[in-house]
């Protein structure tokens, strides 16, 4: 099978100037932290162990991986995967950026009263950037379906929604959302607008259950799946003593710290200042308790990707939350982290939290648990369906600091209450291993390939 | 004997000189009318104004050659004779055929009938399952199908079920091949975004590409206008307008 998938955040993103003005590059022949990073995030993180796994169990022959990516070289290719780099203008881009932010948004129901509706925005002028963006997406798909004649087209994320419809084809096309799709927060009138662009995909996969329902609802006629992401177990792998060491040197934390530890881009959704509240009442019982931010911008909002650079405003408005409520050094802002450092963060700490105001899913959860560590999850995470409360961790609401602290006291306090709740999360992990992922993508990919009723 | 040979000379060169200012008249009218011809249709859908644009100059095309011919001394009664005898021919032999193709051309835009409505016809009625250049396909309530001549679309009276039918609009556009397609559907996004206030909001404007040529793209925009009776007026404006955007970005892209 010939397979074209299509993301806009890229798997891979180029560090050096000379790079970017090349047509091809073999990514294997350079170095990474030098030449390039990968992406941080859930899409890319699933997608790639995803791809390599159906490469090697030879479910395909050859993968297309086309996504944004304005300083790139055009084409490179990594362990067999090729890769486009989709270009446009910067004016296009900005107004693309702004649109998409404001979907996002949305779709998580962070809104107040100057936010446009969906359909409101459809009419400002930077929508006609979005539908520029994804028109060039489905015009590359288009050309080089011209030349691999690809069996499948695998379209990502709320962004490439109308890349389906575009690309003007009766060949399969699976769409998979990322995001929250709930009823509660996309009201019926979104339907007629939303139902055209998701009806011209044969498939449509989301990551939790209870967004099944919402999609048909909303005008949804084809075929329906649920699959968890997933992430590949191998790729974490137990940093050593003096890595860890290091990590703790580096970010001034004392051995008698108890780490709480959050992973997320910084923006207001994933509610670091939630975190920080909760962590002011409970530093008054526990006062050696310390909370480690990972993360800077996503791919949109960091200064190295499209630069819509709102995640230095965040942090800025952070930190001086924590100055404000006395925390200057109980809170360490790390910026984004390269997979070691990463590794050495989630060992060393204590528990993880994530206290998102709403989350697709967060797979970040699921990396807390292969260290072994106790999490406390938000109510409005996808990722909450299968924590089981009390056992693999604490289901909380994100707007209730008081229960957020009771849960970082409770298990600041009981060493064997973590150890024991990190054993079980690392039981519960399997549920999200690439190898069900793997089981249950091609399985919905064959049915759609075959048409299957 | 030698002044005869050279007197024959100069008259084949003459004739072929006259021959060859004739074919480059015949192309340059050719495309001069065809250019006047497309300023003039503007306000009428691109589709069939292209055709009218290649009809005009494959008629002058023919007169062209059949005054180049001339230049050879062959006489052109005889030809001219069988050109127009065939001409009705096939006029006569295909005039379903002719009508069935240019009601589709009208159909959508002055018929408002698309794939997916619910519509009854001459005692029919059932669901648009496809509209080719000859018929109408209907699928009937009880499974079976109904074909439908386009022609009759425009000689007869249709009922559209389809609740928005009354206030769709679906303006052809036609893009050249030399004009980035993603650019020029943007720029028709704007365009479209000016009249607003007299559109449906609720259903903004989606193009769609119907067919891609290799000189040119045929493409569709879709639109939901707020009062039925401006339909006609916001149909016809459009169309200029959307010409006018077109005719930039070609100039842009020459």
Redesign the interface.
């Known amino acids: 099978m010939n397979l074209a998938v299509c993301s806009q955040t890229p798997l891979v993103r180029f560090l050096s100037e000379e790079l970017k003005s090349m047509d091809f590059v073999d990514v294997e022949t350079l170095v990474e932290n030098r030449d390039y990073i990968f992406s941080p995030g859930g899409v890319t993180r699933m997608v790639y162990p995803l791809l390599l796994h159906m490469r090697t169990w030879r479910m395909v022959e050859d993968v297309w991986w086309v996504s944004l990516n304005p300083t790139a070289p055009l084409k490179f290719t990594l362990n067999g995967i090729k890769f486009y780099s989709v270009r446009?203008d910067n004016a296009?881009l900005k107004g693309y950026g702004s649109v998409k932010e404001q979907m996002w948004r949305l779709f998580h129901g962070a809104v107040d009263e100057s936010t446009p509706s969906l359909?409101?925005l459809?009419?400002?002028?930077d929508?006609?950037?979005f539908?520029?963006y994804n028109?060039?997406c489905a015009?590359t798909l288009s050309e080089l379906d011209k030349e691999e004649d690809f069996d499948l087209f695998y379209i990502h994320d709320f962004q490439q929604l109308p890349t389906g419809?575009?690309l003007?084809t009766l060949k399969p096309k699976v769409f998979r959302w990322h995001i929250p799709f709930n009823e509660k927060i996309i009201p019926p009138?979104w339907s007629?607008?939303l139902a055209?662009f998701f009806n011209a995909y044969e498939a449509v996969i989301v990551s939790c259950k209870s967004y099944l329902e919402s999609l048909v609802k909303r005008g949804y006629r084809g075929r329906t799946y649920h699959i968890y992401p997933y992430i590949d177990f191998k790729e974490y792998r137990r940093p050593s003593k003096a890595e860890v060491d290091a990590f703790s040197e580096k970010y001034n934390i004392r051995d008698d710290d108890i780490v709480v530890l959050l992973v997320a881009r910084l923006d207001p959704l994933k509610g670091h200042d939630i975190a920080i509240r909760a962590l002011a009442r409970a530093v008054k019982r526990c006062p050696n308790l310390k909370m480690v931010f990972v993360g800077d911008g996503s791919f949109s909002s960091s200064a190295g990707g499209l630069g819509l650079n709102k995640a230095a405003a965040w942090q800025e408005k952070l930190t001086r939350l924590a100055e404000s409520l006395g925390l200057k050094d109980r809170v360490v802002f790390t910026g984004y982290l390269p997979r070691g450092e990463l590794d050495a963060a989630y060992e060393r700490c204590d528990l993880f939290i994530l206290p998102s105001r709403a989350e697709g899913f967060g797979l970040v959860v699921a990396e807390a648990w292969l260290y072994g560590k106790p999490v406390i999850v938000s109510s409005e995470a996808g990722i909450a369906e299968i924590v089981e409360d009390g056992k693999t961790g604490y289901v909380v609401n994100p707007h209730n600091y008081e229960e957020i602290a009771e849960a970082l006291i409770r298990l600041a306090q009981n060493e064997k209450l973590r150890a024991e709740m990190g054993e079980a999360g690392r039981r519960a992990v399997e549920v999200l291993s690439i190898e069900r992922g793997l089981k249950e993508e091609a399985e919905v990919l064959k049915d759609v390939v075959e048409g299957a009723s | 004997m030698i002044s005869l040979e050279l007197a024959n000379l100069t008259d084949v060169v003459l004739r072929i000189a006259t021959l060859a200012a004739i074919l480059f008249l015949t192309f340059v009218i050719a495309r001069l009318f065809g250019a006047i011809l497309r300023r003039v249709l503007r306000p009428i859908p691109p589709l069939l104004a292209d055709q009218a644009v290649k009809a005009l100059s494959l008629f002058i095309w023919i007169i062209g050659l059949l005054l180049a011919v001339g230049q050879l001394g062959l006489n052109l009664d005889l030809l001219m004779v069988l050109m127009v005898i065939a001409g009705i021919a096939l006029v006569v032999a295909a005039r379903d055929v002719l009508s069935n193709v240019i009601s589709k051309v009208f159909m959508g835009v002055f018929v408002p009938v698309k794939v997916g409505d619910y519509l009854a016809i001459d005692g029919l009625s059932g669901k648009v399952i496809e509209i080719n250049y000859l018929a109408t396909i209907i699928l009937m309530d009880d499974g079976s199908i109904a074909t439908i001549p386009n022609a009759k679309f425009v000689k007869d009276v249709s009922v559209n079920k389809t609740s928005i039918a009354s206030r769709r609009l679906s303006i052809p556009v036609s893009i050249k091949g030399t004009v980035s397609?993603?650019?020029a559907?943007?720029?028709l996004?704007?365009l479209v975004?000016k009249y607003?206030a007299h559109l449906d909001?609720?259903?903004?404007p989606?193009?769609?590409?119907k067919n891609?040529g290799s000189s040119s793209v045929e493409g569709e925009l879709d639109l939901l206008v707020a009062d039925p009776e401006q339909r006609e007026t916001l149909s016809r404006e459009l169309t200029v307008k959307i010409k006018e955007v077109l005719d930039k970005l070609e100039g842009e892209a020459v």
């Not at chain 1, 459809?122 to 002028?125: I, M, P, V």
């Not at chain 2, 989606?206 to 590409?209: E, P, R």
């Open positions: 446009v296009s359909l409101e459809a009419w400002f002028e929508y006609a950037s539908n520029l028109r060039v015009e419809l575009m003007n009138d007629p607008f055209k | 397609l993603p650019r559907e943007a720029e996004l704007k975004y607003k909001q609720r259903f903004p989606i193009f769609t590409v891609r």
